[in-house]
């Protein structure tokens, strides 16, 4: 994840809007959390919902309500990523989610909370880092930590509205599409 300092969002239409508002304080943090999601929802080399589909992630999110050790749980997440032989941006954000999951032994539920909390967080991160600092940013430290904190509520209210995950990893698919949907239309309290 450290890579999102130096990887700045695409410049496409959908995510020169997230840039045109993130961070703004004119705009609500509502809104910059529904153009986060809208821009990498739409963003064919994000794949969100093919990547948060993915039968690792699902076993991740199991791993989550296990016993509460997280030594124990990030053994299992190891073994897990090495027999599948996958790798990735999002299989390190599960593991992020899985140690907070694990850590609060908040269970699955805490777990999906916490994946969609560390998903936006990191987009935030790429276009954020570089306006923190400089000269010419509004954007103060102080700020910058704010605004991530609440783009991390947001995302973990939708979650939580959702409900856990199910039970059934067949439904995984429709269940992460459906708190995809309510963060992009914001459609939650």
């Given at each position: ?135 010419d940013s509004v954007v103060t430290q102080f700020d910058f930590i704010r605004l991530k904190e609440d783009l991390r509520d947001l995302a973990q ?33």
């Amino acid at each position: 994840m450290s890579d999102s300092f130096s990887q700045p969002s695409p410049h496409t239409p959908s995510w020169d809007k997230v840039r045109e508002v993130l961070a703004n304080p004119l705009v609500s943090c509502e809104i910059q959390s529904r153009e986060i999601w809208r821009a990498a929802s739409n963003d064919p080399d994000a794949a969100l919902l093919d990547n948060l589909s993915d039968p690792l992630i699902i076993s991740i999110c199991q791993l989550a309500s296990e016993d509460g050790d997280l030594a124990l749980a990030l053994s299992s997440y190891q073994d897990l990523v090495n027999s599948s032989h996958s790798a990735g941006l999002f299989i390190e954000i599960a593991k992020h989610a899985l140690s907070r999951a694990v850590i609060s032994k908040g269970g699955s539920l805490k777990f999906s909370q916490e994946l969609f909390a560390e998903i936006v967080s990191y987009y935030a991160l790429r276009d954020l880092s570089g306006r923190t600092g400089s000269a010419d940013s509004v954007v103060t430290q102080f700020d910058f930590i704010r605004l991530k904190e609440d783009l991390r509520d947001l995302a973990q209210k939708a979650v939580e509205i959702s409900g856990p995950p199910p039970a059934d990893s067949r439904d995984w698919p429709e269940y992460i599409r459906a708190i995809l949907l309510s963060l992009q239309s914001g459609d939650f309290p």
